[in-house]
């Protein structure tokens, strides 16, 4: 590929809807991504997160994270079609509602790991918002 796609459903078994970014901004395939989430109110958990105040849940943010940092995974030619897996999550933090209508800037960078796998350290901005996550495992499956 020559010319890396934007489109999140090129690099990413996820699809809708738990496809939760709309468009990468930037891959710099094994270092970093940028991608944004718009959340229209349309989505499948808001009816019931909260009723008559619908909030987005904190571990569908955590997912759009761990998803950017799968696409600077899988979009290094040497992870091309595994199966990126979610490793875990350290200091997440959440400091204010993400709500219908918002749109979240999601940014991963890679970060040098002890283990063979990758890890990265990733975090969501939005105005006040910020929340990070580490930890991407890719498999062979």
């Known amino acids: 590929m020559s010319e890396l796609s934007l489109d999140p459903s090129d690099w990413l078994p996820h699809r809708p809807p738990f496809l939760l970014l709309d468009v990468m901004l930037s891959i710099e395939p094994g270092h970093r991504a940028s991608g944004l989430w718009t959340l229209t109110g349309d989505e499948w958990f808001f009816p019931g997160h909260f009723p008559g105040r619908p909030t987005t849940p904190g ?3 955590l997912e759009s994270i761990a998803q950017c940092g799968a696409v600077v995974v899988l979009a290094e030619p040497k992870y091309a079609g595994r199966l990126p897996l979610f490793g875990g999550v350290e200091h997440a933090r959440f ?3 993400v709500l219908p209508g918002d749109v979240v800037l999601v940014e991963c960078e890679m970060t040098p790991g002890i283990r063979i796998l990758p890890s990265g350290s990733l975090t969501v901005f939005h105005t006040f918002h910020s929340c ?5 495992a890719a498999s062979n499956e």
């Open 59 to 61: 571990v569908l943010l």
């Open 95 to 97: 400091r204010r509602q």
């Open 132 to 136: 990070s996550w580490r930890g991407l």
